[in-house]
């Protein structure tokens, strides 16, 4: 597609349930980038794909927070045990090339967790 | 660390004035350096990208910036303010922990009011 697709747009969570998010990128585009915006409009940075392979992961909290990219498949990013700081807005971005030359951004998922 | 940062959280001007919003970034080497505007409720749009060459850069919607070197700036300008120039404007530097994928460090954005 042409655009980022990113479902779903809202998810409420209770606190210690799972989320699950996930990220269609364009077609062609080879990397993906997940981003948390939080409160106060401070974008953190998560982790990036080239195809199915992780690039560089030095943003996400090893503990709960897990991200694949498999073929013929959206992306998805995965947060066991949600709790309450988790609740942000969650972009996904794609690029042709690795340096986000276009970095196309995605609606964002808005997670709630209660 | 490379870091961003955008002196203005708000800043109103009335509809028909000139813009500048102002960044500054701290990066040791050439940046790749991005301004974005996000409407409420929407994601990330790019207004324009600076990587090499002129400094002058022009992008869509009547926006230009300026590469300043010397002074670590990147300010976003518009010499005509429309009403739905009203949205929140992030400055972000590109910086890589190697060749390929290159992740975005952002500013924490300056809020723009525009009166009719």
């Known amino acids: 597609g042409e655009e980022v697709a990113q479902t779903p747009k809202h998810l409420v969570r209770g606190e210690g349930q799972k989320a699950k998010l996930y990220c269609a990128p364009i077609k062609g585009h080879s990397y993906v980038f997940w981003y948390q915006q939080v409160l106060k409009n401070e974008f953190k940075f998560l982790i990036s794909?080239?195809?199915?392979?992780?690039?560089?992961e030095t943003g996400m909290p090893k503990e709960r927070f897990s991200a694949k990219c498999l073929p013929n498949s959206p992306c998805s990013l995965e947060i066991q045990a949600t709790k309450l700081e988790d609740s942000a807005v969650y972009f996904c971005?794609?690029?042709?090339?690795?340096?986000?030359?276009?970095?196309?951004f995605g609606q964002g998922t808005r997670l709630t967790v209660v | 660390a490379q870091s961003v940062t955008q002196p203005d959280i708000h800043i109103t001007v009335s509809e028909g004035a000139s813009l500048e919003l102002r960044c500054n970034y701290s990066y040791g080497a050439t940046p790749y350096l991005f301004w974005y505007v996000q409407s409420p409720g929407q994601g990330l749009q790019l207004l324009l990208k600076?990587?090499?060459?002129?400094?002058l850069v022009q992008g869509i919607k009547g926006f230009e910036a300026e590469f300043k070197r010397s002074q670590s700036s990147f300010n976003l300008r518009k010499p005509s303010v429309h009403w739905s120039d009203a949205a929140e404007y992030f400055c972000?530097?590109?910086?890589?922990?190697?060749?390929?994928?290159?992740?975005?460090?952002f500013g924490k954005g300056t809020k723009l009011s525009v009166i009719p």
């Open positions: 971005a794609s690029s042709k090339t690795g340096v986000t030359t276009e970095a196309f």
């Open positions: 600076y990587f090499s060459g002129d400094t």
């Open positions: 794909f080239q195809n199915e392979n992780v690039f560089d």
């Open positions: 972000a530097v590109a910086a890589g922990s190697g060749a390929g994928s290159y992740q975005l460090t």
